[in-house]
T-cell receptor, first 115, second 113 residues
Framework: GDSVTQMEGPVTLSEEAFLTINCTYT??????LFWYVQYPGEGLQLLLK?????DKGSNKGFEATYRKETTSFHLEKGSVQVSDSAVYFC??????????????FGEGTQLTVNP | DTGVSQDPRHKITKRGQNVTFRCDPI?????LYWYRQTLGQGPEFLTY????????KSRLLSDRFSAERPKGSFSTLEIQRTEQGDSAMYLC???????????FGSGTRLTVV
């Protein structure tokens, strides 16, 4: 079945550092890929998405490129802020109509940014 | 519209009791999803509704679990004879169609003691 593997956390960085959170996936067909962010006590929020190979999703300074050849969708940000501290989830959608495009999530990566 | 609402936010129950959670999706969204999230893990799919029809259920959804969306608007998730392993965050999400991402609610945290 479909699966998503994220780099193990937690990740601790200083403000203005460069961030990479690795994500690889296994899926049949042509999934869509997502990054969600979860702040303490809140639900998941969509951060960015890419629906086909070589697409780049971007939002709030975060970027991720859909790499079909390496089955990866790594999240990057050039300069993190304290307010970026949260749990980040990589996810894929199989796109099948019968599943309503259900999401398969990775385990999540806790990011802490220190001032 | 204030997004996806879930009630209650927290629920503590004794093992063996029944519990019911409610989800109010964004009003124009016809797709509704339930996920379960345990500590340190990503959310796991439980079930999916399109309007009032329950179109898919995960194998995680044992016969103690039942979900309904009677009029294609709000949904309920009931767990009968709760077990300690049911302790988790139960997340609801809605979407207008396949092309759009989900909007998640803040979840209901269940603790079974």
């Amino acid at each position: 079945g479909d699966s998503v593997t994220q780099m193990e956390g937690p990740v601790t960085l200083s403000e203005e550092a460069f961030l990479t959170i690795n994500c690889t996936y296994t899926a049949t067909g042509y999934p869509s890929l997502f990054w969600y962010v979860q702040y303490p006590g809140e639900g998941l929020q969509l951060l960015l998405k890419a629906t086909k190979a070589d697409d780049k999703g971007s939002n709030k300074g975060f970027e991720a490129t859909y790499r079909k050849e390496t089955t990866s969708f790594h999240l990057e940000k050039g300069s993190v802020q304290v307010s970026d501290s949260a749990v980040y989830f990589c996810a894929l959608s199989d796109g099948r109509e019968t599943s309503g495009s259900r999401l398969t999530f990775g385990e999540g990566t806790q990011l802490t940014v220190n001032p | 519209d204030t997004g996806v609402s879930q009630d209650p936010r927290h629920k503590i129950t004794k093992r063996g009791q029944n519990v019911t959670f409610r989800c109010d999706p964004i009003s124009e969204h016809n797709r509704l999803y339930w996920y379960r999230q345990t500590l340190g893990q990503g959310p796991e799919f439980l079930t999916y509704f399109q309007n009032e029809a329950q179109l898919e259920k995960s194998r995680l959804l044992s016969d103690r679990f039942s979900a309904e969306r009677p009029k294609g608007s709000f949904s309920t998730l009931e767990i009968q004879r709760t077990e300690q392993g049911d302790s988790a965050m139960y997340l609801c999400a809605s979407s207008p169609d396949r092309a759009h991402g989900y909007t998640f609610g803040s979840g209901t945290r269940l603790t079974v003691v």
